[in-house]
């Protein structure tokens, strides 16, 4: 967060295959494997319904109304990548608009997460290039300071270093730690499993009450039922 | 809202005819109809666009990031009910998926109105059981401290006790309580009548100032016009 | 805004094919070639995704909970105006729905921006009606007290005068002062055909920081890469 | 919150010593002792530091940016008394200021809590009448519409019942149930003389780790100390 | 607003005897005289309490993070003067601090109300120079970009001409424009002088209900009491 | 953010005698001197006017609504140090109160900062211990689950490590990474000392215009006055 105006080129990447299977197992699950951490705060929202994503992050941090450093990451770019933007200070600018998404797109990007505003939606809509953002707004912005890339960022709240998984869908983004994402991966699998059961015998009106055997335990925390 | 660890199972609720007719009418018309009462907070979104609901209201009173209450309230509802659910303390976490969907629509549940968070937002839309909530987050809930059901709540700043018939649509929540139901859907089928024919002469062109008879209150509180 | 029971019935409004085309080109590129100014602050959004409208400000100014001064708005809107809306205090109310929706659009108006709350969204997205405003809220509003029609207001952070255009989208909604409105659509009719080039070539993978000539400037200003 | 235009003279208020000793133990100790519950969102804040009261709840429901039922409520207060305003939708006009404090306090009334704004703060400080609101703000409010006085509201998210005690510091404001006071209370006192020796002891230099017996339960749930 | 890179030497102030005069009266009584307009938003807070002052407005369109302007503002500062500043989007940053505060108040500048965020706020508070501002923070700005100094501005939501007067404290900030600040005067006073008396009595007992009369409205609107 | 269960004895402090002179320069200075990097957010307030301090980082992460933590921090607390606290999800709850103070203040503690409420505020100013928090709430917390102690922690937007110098003071609060701590201490001290012969200029009455030299640039920047 201290040091600008440098670019790191070579990053350790978490494995492309384990980003891929966390994004299918979404951001609440992947979450919850993760030991309940590295959630970013909920006004990140996808600029359209149904956006979803996961990859290996490339790390933007910055300056506020200033997108200078979008185009210096991306060349540091690799197929499967997220781009996660952290700004030096709160700022509800766009941007990033079609032309950047373009430019992401061509170089293999799944998706960015940006602090921050983001335009041309209806576009990134159109183009399913998935977005996450604090804000939508028309205001662009100039080219001036220097942030960096590939420093580690805060984003919304959550710390990034670069190669960390990210998994982004409708219910907010997630950051797995490169070190921890097979062993999440893990996790997730086994949780995600446990789930599907589950949900057949909900649908045949089987209470979690019962399922989750938790009659015993409620009328020992002292639940009472008046009629 | 000081009763907790009670579970009360009997609960006079509305007439569910009257619900469901009070949700065919929509939040607006039902809101006038009450007299301008009852709304809860415009914080208070669907989860997809196009939800709506009507019903009786299974009430919950939830302590900040724990969700346990929800299952014993799940066993309480009936065919028809909506349930409501406050929280202690301000807290955004996703209280609520496709699991405990799926178990809600199974009792005969008609939707979720929670002052918090819900998670698995897609799931929701596919299964449309519609939900209007505070938040949407992937972080999940534990199941550790007792609430109570079917108490008095309050959820966005509207009181519910339990029975009362909840309206909710794309414009907000409505809460009718069960004594006023009758006679606000009386209200409200009156107002909506009132309203067809209104339209098509409004697309004609008739002017408001005309059709409601405005120019001459106008002119009285002493509206002018400059040319 | 301290001219209250007023209604100016001459204005000068920007000229209708200008406004139209400033509408195609979208809110980004208006607002950059009016050189970042006027437009309104983020919150405001649309109520249904896609909305796009563009067209010369018919203006009222609102008392907090009072839509009285829409209906005699109504009455001063030709076809291809926009009306925009400001209020006198703060106020999430829903001061509009598919009732003056359907006299606004019968008198040919393009769309409603409110910096306040509007109902009946469902509706709004079935007639294509569409509106930009701060807030939904089922709540409704008296006809009680006198606000005024075509004086300046300021609508969402914005100075908007009667007859200025209004481009607004999905990136939110700019003002453009009339005399200024032939000289801006220039200048976005060049930005705009500046970007179809490079969307091309972006799209081929050819980087921004080649394509800008942003290297050199870049190393001047510091950057370092490491690898 | 239903019942409109309509003042209940007789209300069965909490003995008034209760609230008086209440009052003396503070928000955070009373909210304790209630077992967490009852404590209104902490955006209410005294306009003056160090402004602390307790006493019985006079309730007003008031209409937005409308005072009227402030007038009506002042005759309703006896000595003792904290006015509590819940409004029907949210407004943060300036609905109170240094006359009705006059009143206010000519009546006996020891604060005002007002889920809105209050004006002429500089005066309340100076008169030493509490005050905890939402805003502050000059914008002051009409006398047109009908509310009500010494019905059950909703303030800032708590639940008020005429008669519960208001306790209100530099802490928050919490609101005890007039069922539930002398309880509250004894188990008030209780907590608050626990709390005495542990200061002292922990002013020594003591660990809380020590003095709660807390390391054997932290080891039990896993905590690892790494030199 | 669109007007960027000027500086208009020449304004016509407001009287500044009256505007003295009006700042004795204060903000809210001065907002009422003028009909209920002319009130920035209550996010404006003085930055100690206590603040008040009144003067004739020196205006300044900001740029997001550049405080270039306040700097060229100083320079047409006249003793009697308030500086306003608006930005061209919502910025938190510290803007102005006690070196600028040093050269404002040696310009003879009576106080600065300014729509973003300022910083050494202890050292203002020892100056007692007053400022009315959204935010404080550490975080300075840069010298770069022009905006203009004496051009109408928008701050806090509210329309500032050059010359206005200016009334701001503890309340809230009012503009008044000066062609309208004789007559404001005039009604401010003629509150003022009609509220002492009303002091006096409601200090002795007497209730609002009985001094103005409002027994009799509130019955005929239907106001039920119930023992 | 990820390692929770854990408290790290060792952790390598900053120096103390740089951490206290930082501490006399303020946060806005030293924000600078950093090259305008890590300040937390503006949100951030002292719970009393006046509050300063500095020193090295403890740091904490917390769970929403549970201060265990806290007091396994209490140990670890050096002379000099100030705890930082962060929280794995957004929580207002009133984490820390006079008890906590006293046991931080018998241990040497210098201040706490915390992204999340405390109370007893009118103790902490009374006992003059600084706090600087995101909210004040009457609302305690449990002791029921593991966070970690002197790991890497987010809060209020900035990454601090254990060990950094933390500078807060009424204009917010920045991190100083330890190994900077020096080399920005010599800028800070730089900085200052270039001021002192600024203020006496403006308040002489000289412009910052010609004691800056910002003529000539404002008019290469293409400036325009008009008479």
Redesign the interface.
């Not at 600008?4 to 070579?10: D, I, N």
């Not at 335009?119 to 209806?122: E, L, T």
């Not at 080219?143 to 220097?146: E, I, Q, V």
């Given at each position: 967060?201290?040091e600008?105006?440098?670019?790191?080129?070579?990053i350790v990447r978490a494995d492309g295959d384990v980003a891929a299977r966390l994004g299918t197992l979404?951001?609440?699950t992947v979450?919850?494997a993760?030991?309940?951490?590295?959630?970013m705060?909920?006004y990140m929202?996808p600029v359209?319904?149904?956006a979803?994503a996961s990859g290996t992050a490339v790390t933007v941090l910055l300056q506020?109304?200033d997108n200078?450093m979008l185009?210096?990451a991306?060349?540091q770019i690799a197929p499967g990548d997220v781009v996660v933007a952290g700004v030096?200070?709160?700022?509800?600018?766009?941007y990033f608009?079609?032309?950047?998404a373009?430019?992401f797109?061509?170089?293999g990007a799944r998706a960015l997460v940006i602090d921050a505003?983001v335009?041309?939606?209806?576009a990134l809509g159109e183009m399913q290039f998935p977005v996450w953002s604090k804000?939508?707004?028309?205001?662009?912005t100039v080219?001036?300071?220097?942030g960096s890339v590939n420093v580690?960022v805060?984003c919304a709240?959550?710390?990034v270093t670069p190669g960390d998984v990210i998994v982004a869908?409708?219910?907010?983004v997630?950051v797995v730690?490169a070190a921890?994402a097979a062993k999440t991966l893990d996790a997730a699998v086994a949780r995600d499993a446990n789930?599907a059961g589950?949900?057949a015998r909900?649908?045949?009106?089987?209470?979690?009450?019962d399922m989750?055997d938790?009659r015993e335990p409620?009328r020992k925390?002292?639940?009472?039922?008046?009629?």
């Open positions: 967060m201290y600008l105006g440098v670019v790191y080129r070579r979404g951001s609440a979450h919850e993760l030991g309940r951490a590295g959630l705060q909920p929202r359209y319904a149904g979803n506020p109304g200078w185009h210096v991306a060349e030096t200070a709160a700022c509800s600018d766009g608009g079609d032309l950047l373009t430019s797109k061509a170089r505003g335009r041309d939606v209806r804000a939508v707004s028309a205001r662009g080219k001036a300071t220097l580690p805060v709240g959550a710390l869908d409708d219910d907010g997630v730690p921890l789930e589950k949900r909900l649908a045949d009106g089987v209470l979690g009450l989750y938790m409620l925390a002292g639940l009472r039922y008046i009629d």
